[in-house]
């Protein structure tokens, strides 16, 4: 049975549809343009030869063959754009350090972008379709992870950047196909049967699962959509229906009501989704990153080194401490990322990559960090990673700072300058600065380019360093 107009599949569906680049405000379309710059950045970087993971999915996909329709970043070479969307959206999150959406705990761009480039590549369309797709596909993602509810998927153990990113995923393959309302509905309710993504990459110290769950959402979501474009059969409301995505993966509320489904349709075409979005500055889980700012305030205004701290105490909403307390990827540690900032003033993915502890500064520091749940934190969590953090010198002293929004959120912006010169800095040591310059000059200008793939023919090309 088809849904009703107005249900919420009918209601999403349009809307993704809809949505013209053009046709939204400037101030939109300005930080989507710069978002997407920062996450191909982060993706050109993730590219490089010095970084494993994505050199071993580049060996699989080449191993895979297909059609040589749709670009691997950095790869020199063509594959099929569902293999496409897998490698370039385990690129996406491997660096850690593109955008996210602090308050549904999502890696939308990391998902969508790769999606958009694949199957866009794949349909040829123009710049200004490719932008759109992008902006109803990060929508369609926050939308279902905050209907959900992110912190209750992570109490289950899963990840809301797969499980529901992938639906962002779908969206943006589902109207770069050109789906219409029926089709893209079963493509939604494809995505659905497929939704997955546990947490246990927590526990890899390779640190390679942990990026593979966003290409696992980008690989699904553009599966459903060229699966529904041909005509396969889904179920027809996978947000409504029976055996519904709520009743599988939320909790159910104080009114009874299985998850938040009314976030989906929230403020739908006046609230972007995509508007939300925090700019990384660290190579980490972006729950470390208040933390991090005002860690290094406080050692810049008491010019604090190293040798002058005896303990650091790092307090954080307690739903979100498991993540970051000893965790066993250096990535998400606090004991681990916070040494790296002392010492460095700065926390790159080769620190993240490239195991620190030997230093002797950094082992010392790290037995002296401690992480301290806080439930008064806790009551504006996750739309707020407030975190206090408490320094102890070896002289005595005490210095406590408190941060509710890392710089890179919307409520503490970066400019489109400081976007600029961080994909610069991401990109040109392994895309060299012309190629890099040629990727913003395209970015500056998408919405009139005739064609995506003067874009992606740029990032085809194999990286070098």
């Not at 919420?8 to 405000?25: K, S």
């Not at 200008?445 to 990286?463: F, Q, Y």
Request: aromatic share 8%.
């Amino acid at each position: 049975m088809s849904p009703a107009a107005g249900s919420l599949i009918d209601r999403v569906v349009r809307h993704a549809r809809d949505v013209d680049f053009m046709a939204i405000p400037e101030s939109v379309r300005t930080i989507a343009r710069g978002l997407t710059l920062d996450t191909l950045g982060a993706i050109l970087q993730a590219s490089s030869p010095r970084y494993p993971a994505g050199q071993i999915f580049m060996r699989y996909a080449r191993d895979q063959g297909g059609t040589a329709e749709s670009s691997i970043v950095g790869g020199g070479f063509k594959t099929n754009a569902v293999q496409a969307a897998l490698v370039n959206g385990t690129l996406g999150y491997y660096c850690d350090v593109e955008p996210h959406h602090p308050g549904a705990i999502m890696h939308g761009l990391a998902i969508v972008l790769p999606t958009a480039l694949a199957v866009g590549e794949r349909a040829n369309v123009t710049g200004r379709e490719f932008m759109s797709a992008i902006v109803a596909g990060v929508d369609m993602a926050c939308r279902v992870a905050n209907a959900i509810d992110p912190t209750a998927l992570y109490r289950r153990g899963m990840h809301p950047s797969c499980l529901a990113g992938s639906f962002g995923a779908c969206t943006a393959a589902s109207r770069l196909l050109g789906l219409d309302d029926a089709t893209f509905r079963w493509a939604l309710g494809l995505c659905g049967t497929q939704a997955s993504g546990l947490l246990a990459w927590e526990t890899d110290e390779t640190e390679h699962s942990r990026p593979f769950n966003p290409g696992i959402a980008a690989r699904n979501g553009t599966t459903a959509a060229l699966l529904a474009a041909h005509g396969f059969g889904g179920p027809p409301d996978i947000f409504e229906g029976r055996f519904n995505i709520f009743g599988a993966f939320s909790e159910r509320q104080s009114d009874g009501v299985w998850g938040r489904p009314h976030e989906l349709t929230r403020a739908i075409g006046e609230d972007f989704l995509i508007t939300g979005f925090a700019v990384k500055l660290y190579s980490c889980c972006a729950f470390l990153h208040p933390g991090l700012d005002a860690l290094l305030s406080i050692l810049r205004t008491h010019d604090l080194g190293p040798g002058q701290i005896r303990a650091i105490d790092l307090r954080f909403p307690t739903n979100g401490t498991k993540l970051i307390d000893n965790n066993e990827l250096k990535s998400h540690c606090a004991q681990y990322v916070l040494p790296i900032a002392v010492r460095d003033r700065r926390v790159t993915i080769d620190d993240i990559l490239h195991d620190r502890r030997s230093d002797a500064e950094i082992g010392l520091l790290a037995n002296n960090v401690r992480v301290v749940a806080d439930d008064d934190l806790d009551r504006t969590f996750p739309e707020i990673y407030a975190t206090i953090v408490e320094v102890q010198t070896r002289d005595g002293r005490m210095f406590s700072e408190r941060v509710d929004y890392a710089r890179g959120c919307p409520e503490n912006p970066v400019t489109y300058d400081e976007i600029v010169a961080k994909f610069n800095d991401l990109a040109t040591p392994s895309a060299g600065a012309a190629r890099a310059t040629a990727v913003r000059s395209f970015m500056d200008a998408v919405e009139e380019a005739p064609s995506i793939r003067a874009l992606t023919d740029l990032l085809v090309m194999p990286t070098s360093a």
